[in-house]
Structures are given as structure tokens and as C-alpha cells.
């Protein structure tokens, strides 16, 4: 399964001279708080690693600074690619206000002095900003009743197992405000169209970006992949 990777470009070091060190591993983000649109100080940003590249730790944490942003750095054995899960915590509470996990994220080590992945902002809770368009050899499917049934991947708070109808354009919304995904990374799901089993391992992505635009998936029950076994 492919990681979903939610950084953005590198920064890479400024000035004049030498700019090379030793491998590492550093990022830079931004919380903002889902609600109230705020920066979030004080947040717990753990990072653990899962596979790739040792580090000189396999967890690290930071907390962010009081207009949201943090910057988690660690030395790495050696040049590579690491793998590991992000987790978001909200500050203080006990149980948490909230809690999530961003899964699987294939990152690139660094050897210049200054570089780091860099984020775009996240939210204190994931979602599925997504809206579908159900077709049939490229001509639309109306007023379809549509299931997905959840079968691997990140979790969903709200059930497996979500139907709604498409309408006249064969668009029909996926989870909008429904169903919670309680961490982000990827979702497969079989769609079963009026009853029946269409289109199997439907991807889909739970996103941390703060306030993502709607994104449109497209599937095409005459696509000869639709039914394909999963890998």
C-alpha cells in the first residue's frame, strides 16, 4: 500500500560556506485548531519511527510554540529513508481533547545543515473531505444507492459501513461531516451499488491538512480494475 505523504517542499540551507553534516531527519509544521481556526501552543508532536533508517531515537517529541509551530529534528545513522507515524496530542487534558495518529510517512533524510520537510498546516483532527462521482463507462450512474463498506486502513469513529444515493450527475458525498476518521493515512473500501458488489478496494485518503479542499474521486464501474483482487 503507498503511504498518503502530507509534507511539502524542503527548505534548504541559506548563506555562504560549508553546509553539509551528519544525516537527519527534521520537519517543520504549524496546528491549528479544527473548531476556532486558532494556533494551537502547547500541543504534544510525537514522532515514532516504524521502518527505514535508524535514528539515534526511534521516538521524539516537541511541543509547539505558542503561534503553533513546531520543528522536530533527529541525527540518523545514514542517508536513507525512514518511516514512521505521527501522533498529535492536545495539550494537558487528561483523557486528551483530542488525540490522532497520521500513519506510514515516508520521509528522506538530510545531509545539508538547514533543510527540513515542511508542512503545510495541520488540524486537531483528521478528515475526509471528499466527494465521489459514481460512472459507467464514463457516462453517469444517477440515483444509485451507494455503500461503502470499509475494509482496511486507518479506522473510522461513526461505523464501517456508509450509504447515500447519487444524484442526477452521479455525485454523491462521501463522508463530509459523518463519519470521523480517527487517524489519517489510507482507507480502502468495496462499493456495492444498489446491492451489489461494483468496485472493490476503493482508496481513499484521511487527510491532518487544516480545513483541505474537497477533493473529487472518480469511479468507473466499467474500469476492467474495478473488481480486481486486492494486493
Known amino acids: 500500500m503507498g503511504a498518503a505523504s502530507f509534507a511539502a517542499a524542503c527548505e534548504p540551507c541559506a548563506g555562504m560556506g560549508e553546509c553539509f553534516g551528519d544525516p537527519h531527519l527534521s520537519v517543520n509544521g504549524l496546528l491549528f485548531d479544527d473548531a476556532s481556526g486558532a494556533r494551537v501552543s502547547g500541543a504534544r508532536i510525537d514522532f515514532v519511527r516504524t521502518g527505514g533508517t535508524a535514528l539515534a531515537t526511534d521516538s521524539v517529541r516537541v ?20 518511516i514512521g507515524d505521527f501522533v498529535i496530542r492536545s495539550p494537558g487534558a487528561n483523557p486528551p481533547a483530542y488525540e490522532y495518529r497520521i500513519v506510514n510517512q515516508p520521509f528522506g533524510t538530510f545531509l545539508e545543515i538547514g533543510d527540513a520537510h515542511v508542512f503545510p498546516p495541520w488540524s486537531t483532527r483528521p478528515s475526509l473531505p471528499d466527494i465521489a462521482q459514481l460512472l459507467r463507462a464514463g457516462a453517469p450512474v444517477a440515483n444509485a444507492i451507494v455503500e461503502f463498506r470499509r475494509t482496511r486502513g486507518v479506522q473510522l469513529d461513526g461505523g464501517n459501513v456508509f450509504i447515500e444515493q447519487t444524484d442526477g450527475g452521479g455525485v454523491f ?59
Not at 66 to 80: C, S, Y
Not at 200 to 211: M, S
Open 173 to 231: 458525498s462521501l463522508f463530509e461531516n459523518f463519519v470521523q476518521p480517527m487517524a489519517a493515512g489510507d482507507l480502502f473500501g468495496d462499493l456495492y451499488v444498489d446491492g451489489v458488489l461494483s468496485y472493490r478496494d476503493a482508496h481513499l485518503i484521511a487527510t491532518p491538512l487544516f480545513r483541505p479542499n474537497v477533493t473529487l474521486r472518480v469511479f468507473d464501474l466499467a474500469d476492467p480494475n474495478a473488481l480486481s483482487p486486492k494486493p
Open 63 to 82: 511541543l509547539t510554540d505558542d503561534n503553533g509551530n513546531f520543528v522536530l529534528t533527529v541525527a540518523a545513522a545514514a542517508a536513507g529513508e525512514v
